[in-house]
């Protein structure tokens, strides 16, 4: 990583804070070094790369850039036992929780490494005893039972079992220790505990991207095994498949129409739900509106069931965006939903015929509820309990869907209460901070956007008016484009670059594990055009990632680079 | 290692194996009061809130021990002449960055200014890891991090949101994760002392046994490993080696030296989605922990950083971090004193409880220092000056504790560490932006 603001200069973006956001209108150039895009974010900001222009392509050369070590994050490692082991119990959900993912933030420390030990203990046990006394299915991981003196089973079932772990090929030499200690004692007890030592190896629990003997500078490609890994773990956020290892172990996986083929077969494989329930959930934050807790007497309507309804609608919407092969791009105005009936009825939907239980897909054509901006999950988890707030709304859209979210407020400075200003609407009130000129130039980016929503109310119903004062819900963008209402306004942020950029940002990030930076520019340039090409969709999303010289090379150490 | 005061494993062990546990133990005590009673372990505890304190409810108005406890420090009463107030301590390394919360839990307890900007994680040792580092190997734990709500992963404003997710850090790119569950960290803690009536000596040692051989296994996978490897690269597999030292050295103690002889864990604490009760659990989980001498340093954050927690059983109705944002208003004033007289009285609980174990010629808490603080004074303009700051223990006669002192205008709130780390025995010359070490006896 790249420490580049020395505290002097630090300075001018304190002064920059001082009077507002006006660095932030004008998109840095982010084709020029990390620097300028670092200046642009006013606040010291990890500086996405905004501004990019249109239809530029990366050179044959670019950098690939690298990432360290990468750890498997908690879904991860979560879904990867269930591939490897047919186990079900997701231990990760009681790991500390990771905030990033990108790799160098990924941290291990004493208290994570004991989860591990202790989750793969749990978890060989419980798969040992379901494999010995049901003989049902494929075995996960008993393809032999070791006994008494026969060594040459547990040896089998480790290799087979390390192979899978270490999601390359293994030889006899590398598991020497492994076979010692399985036949160390009791075969059954040492076995298994060769077996939990596979599952607590740097080998399993860091993606390993080793760069090739000789000059480690340099760039190469991915090994076909680094490749197959760094594939599965992007669309499936797990281990790869046997298919994917018979392509790496054949050699062919880079082949760009075996990479296609690999595309689609993987997209439509019910593993790559974790599109939505991993990727999705950490960009959009739609499970955050499970710990939403609405006021009980204003809103006794709203139930944890309610909530969770709510968290499951974006999940389930997301999901059909990828099932169904649409452009990403139409998570702003898709004309459908997720819902269930009471969900349906909070909404005001027709409720005929939803289940009470399960949500399906509800039609919202005609309606003024659609796409991400009308779903409970973010209209609910950004308002305070009692009242919306334009500011919170405005922010998440400015940050979430637009990168461009603005610094908080400096020190001593804060909204005035309603009681202050004597205001009769939140407009108002907003209106009169504003005046103040460190208050305007952020808030002239957000504010309108969260006004413009005000229909929507705490808890995420329509309503015409707020204490008998009618909702206006028209405003003016910063570049002075006018819209009325949240249709409008996502027609507005459709066409709008920075959202295109600002998704083409949040999947590399999640695809290469570290924050695109300068070279990668034009990447995110090419992965924007295809998101908002007529027609393109999310498996040509991908298509652009993965053919991509970043996905498929690899650079070394550069001398003295830290991360 | 050798401490007097402690009893052997295996012998603890036979003791509960034969049903005997307590008198046994209460027996062993006796024979070693003397020896233990000359050097009682010294511990920190740092108990974090969030959102800052609205210090007009908490602040004394007179100094000296003949104060008058304000409304939110009210719960103190039954412990007033342990605790030591310090007012007008600042903290104002921790501003410059987006976030003035995530700045205030990152610069709490290491009184520098935290970096984090560009998305980096570089930011210091904090005083809880110094003191840890000083007695590192004379417990199973070398410090606990603990936290009684689940910190906000997403809108850190760009910088990494792990600088408010932790108040402990190892050194400057290593935040140690916490426990947001009380039943793990009691597990955690204690899955090798309560021993269940079908684990036998044996039985455990074997297991033991089988877990070091794991940690040797994959240590040396992490050495080959690291041989084919660059600088980023290793350092980042520097994380994984120490993690496996860390496990690998409690596992050798667990078969050597008994736990704290008079250590009683109990029954675990149910698993529970109450947050109140989470909290209250996790404060029970570190008096036991110092009692039984199983770590000396615990960090502990009772509310997740820029907390929006609706305290509904104080009959709040707004979130905490919007109640914060007062803007003056006579309602939200009410608010956060119900909030902050509610967070005392949880420290107040935690000091009360270590009061009331007895230890040597006193009880746990006068070995101890508790340290009460947030990331900032005032919630509504981010304030880094006045901290809100208590002291409870009297960390073995260098605390003079019972008042209300004000530190002379301009004392950095680093003073107040440096002042804490002299009484571990530590001779540092700074911490942090220290000018000096603040007297806690004067």
Same mark, same amino acid.
């Given at each position: ?11 001018? $973006? ?9 660095? @932030? ?76 993912? *990108? ?23 419980? $798969? ?33 079992? *390390? ?66 890994? +760094? ?33 689609? +077969? ?35 309507? $709203? ?23 649409? =452009? ?32 399906? @897909? ?6 003024? +509820? ?14 305070? =309990? ?29 909204? =005035? ?147 | 290692?050798?401490?007097?005061w402690r009893i052997a494993r295996r012998t603890f062990l036979r003791g509960t194996a034969a049903s005997m546990a307590l008198p046994l133990l209460d027996q062993m005590w006796s024979s070693d009061r %003397?020896?233990y ?16 304190? !609205? ?6 108005? /007179? &100094?000296?021990? #003949?104060?008058?406890? &304000? ?24 501003? %410059?960055?987006?976030? !003035? ?64 997710? /932790? ?19 009691? #597990? ?5 002392v309560s021993t269940?009536p079908?684990?036998?000596d ?9 877990? &070091? ?35 690998? /050295? ?8 008994g736990t704290g002889q008079m250590c009683k864990p109990g ?24 009692q039984c ?47 902050? &007289? ?15 174990m007895k230890e ?54 680093? #003073?107040? !560490? ?8 530590? /001779? ?15």
């Amino acid at each position: 990583m790249h420490h580049r603001l020395s505290r002097p200069a630090f300075v001018p $973006v304190l002064l920059a804070l001082m009077v507002g956001c006006q660095g @932030r209108v004008s998109a840095p150039d982010g084709a020029e070094s990390g620097d300028s895009a670092i200046a642009g974010a006013g606040g010291g900001e990890p500086g996405p790369l905004l501004g990019i222009p249109e239809g530029q392509t990366c050179a044959a050369n670019v950098d690939p850039g690298r990432t360290v070590l990468r750890r498997l994050t908690a879904d991860e490692y979560d879904n990867t036992l269930r591939d490897l082991l047919g186990d079900a119990s997701t231990p990760g959900r009681g790991f500390p929780a990771d905030d990033q993912s *990108a790799a160098d933030q990924l941290i291990l420390t004493g208290l994570l490494f004991e989860k591990y030990e202790t989750a793969a203990s749990t978890v060989v046990d419980a $798969v040992w005893q379901r494999e010995m006394t049901s003989s049902k299915t494929e075995p996960h991981l008993l393809i032999c039972k070791p006994s008494g003196g026969d060594t040459a089973c547990a040896r089998r079932l480790i290799k087979t079992f *390390a192979r899978k772990a270490f999601r390359r090929p293994v030889d006899d030499a590398e598991l020497a220790a492994y076979y010692k200690l399985a036949e160390s004692g009791d075969i059954v007890a040492g076995t298994k505990a060769a077996v939990r030592a596979l599952l607590t190896s740097p080998f399993f629990l860091f993606r390993i991207e080793v760069p090739s003997a000789g000059d480690a500078s340099k760039v190469s490609p991915l090994s076909p095994h680094e490749l197959a890994t +760094r594939l599965s773990y992007a669309l499936w956020a797990s281990t790869p498949d046997a298919r994917l290892d018979q392509l790496a172990d054949s050699g062919t996986l880079a082949k760009s129409d075996v990479l296609q083929t690999e595309i689609r +077969r993987m997209l439509a494989d019910p593993k790559a739900e974790a599109l939505a329930t991993s990727f999705s959930a950490r960009w959009l934050g739609f499970r955050e509106v499970l710990s939403s807790r609405p006021d009980a007497q204003m809103f006794p309507e $709203v139930t944890p069931a309610l909530l969770a309804s709510m968290a499951l609608e974006t999940e389930r919407f997301m999901r059909e965006l990828i099932v169904q092969d649409r =452009p990403l791009i139409d998570l702003l105005d898709a004309e459908f939903t997720f819902a269930d009936a009471g969900l349906a009825q909070h909404y005001g939907l027709p409720t005929a015929g939803l289940s009470e239980q399960a949500l399906t @897909r509800v039609d919202v054509a005609g309606q003024a +509820r659609r796409g991400i901006l009308g779903h409970g999950s973010f209209l609910v988890s950004t308002s305070p =309990p009692t009242r919306t707030s334009p500011v919170k709304r405005g922010k998440w859209v400015a940050g979430r869907l637009l990168c461009s979210a603005p610094p908080p407020p400096p020190p001593g400075e804060d909204i =005035p209460s309603e009681a202050a200003t004597q205001a009769k609407t939140e407009r108002e009130r907003l209106a009169i901070h504003r005046v103040k000129p460190q208050c305007a130039g952020c808030h002239e980016l957000i504010d309108p956007i969260g006004l413009g929503l005000d229909r929507y109310d705490p808890v995420g119903k329509f309503r015409d008016e707020v204490k008998g004062q009618p909702i206006d819900d028209s405003g003016v963008m910063p570049d002075g484009t006018a819209f009325k209402g949240p249709n409008e306004l996502a027609t507005l942020l459709r066409k709008d670059r920075r959202f295109a950029e600002c998704t083409a940002h949040h999947l590399l990030t999640w695809t290469l594990g570290r924050v695109p930076q300068g070279a990668d520019g034009c990447l995110v340039g090419e992965v924007a055009d295809t998101l908002v090409k007529p027609g393109a969709g999310i498996s040509e999303l991908w298509s652009t990632i993965v053919k991509s010289r970043a996905f498929t090379h690899r650079r070394g150490d550069v001398q003295g680079e830290t991360p | 290692m050798n401490r007097p005061w402690r009893i052997a494993r295996r012998t603890f062990l036979r003791g509960t194996a034969a049903s005997m546990a307590l008198p046994l133990l209460d027996q062993m005590w006796s024979s070693d009061r %003397e020896a233990y009673a000359a050097t009682p372990p010294l511990r920190f505890a740092a108990v974090y809130v969030p959102n800052g304190i !609205l210090m007009q409810r908490f602040t004394p108005a /007179t &100094t000296g021990s #003949n104060y008058a406890l &304000t409304p939110s420090l009210r719960p103190l009463e039954p412990i007033k002449s342990e605790v030591l107030v310090v007012s007008d301590l600042h903290n104002r390394v921790a501003g %410059e960055l987006p976030n !003035l919360h995530l700045a205030g839990v990152a610069s709490f307890l290491t009184a520098q200014f935290p970096n984090g900007r560009d998305g980096v994680i570089n930011n210091h040792t904090t005083v809880d890891q110094v003191i840890a580092q000083s007695v590192r190997g004379q417990t199973r734990f070398n410090s606990l991090e603990l936290a009684a709500e689940a910190g906000g992963i997403e809108g850190c404003d760009g910088i990494p949101c792990v600088y408010g997710l /932790t108040l402990a850090w190892a050194n400057s790119r290593t935040p140690l994760k916490v426990e947001v569950n009380a039943q793990s960290a009691f #597990n955690r803690i204690f899955s090798d002392v309560s021993t269940g009536p079908n684990v036998g000596d044996g039985e455990l040692e074997q297991r033991t046994k089988l877990r &070091t051989s794991v940690l040797d296994v994959v240590r040396s996978d992490a050495d080959r490993l690291r041989a084919r490897l660059g600088t980023a690269d290793r350092l980042k597999l520097e994380e994984y080696f120490s993690s496996v030292r860390e496990l690998e /050295t409690r596992l050798m103690q667990a078969t050597g030296a008994g736990t704290g002889q008079m250590c009683k864990p109990g029954a675990v604490p149910a698993k529970t989605l109450d947050y109140r009760a989470n909290a209250k659990a996790m404060l029970d989980v570190i008096a036991l922990a110092f009692q039984c001498d199983i770590t000396r340093v615990v960090t502990f954050m009772l509310g997740a950083w820029e907390s929006s927690y609706v305290f509904d059983f104080l009959s709040v109705r707004a979130d905490h971090h919007g109640v914060s944002h007062h803007g003056g208003d006579s309602g939200n004033w009410r608010d956060l004193e119900a909030i902050n &007289t509610w967070e005392v009285s949880q420290f107040a609980y935690l000091a009360e409880k270590l009061k009331n174990m007895k230890e040597g010629d006193g009880s746990v808490l006068d070995h101890s220092a508790l340290l009460f603080g947030s990331d900032v004074s005032d919630g509504d303009s981010h304030s880094y000056e006045n901290m809100p700051t208590l002291v409870a223990g009297r960390l073995g006669g260098a605390i003079n504790s019972g008042r209300h002192i004000r530190a002379p205008e301009g004392t950095p709130a680093a #003073n107040l !560490l440096l002042g804490l780390m002299r009484g571990y025995g530590l /001779t540092d010359a700074r911490f942090g932006n220290s000018t000096a070490a603040l007297n806690l006896k004067a």
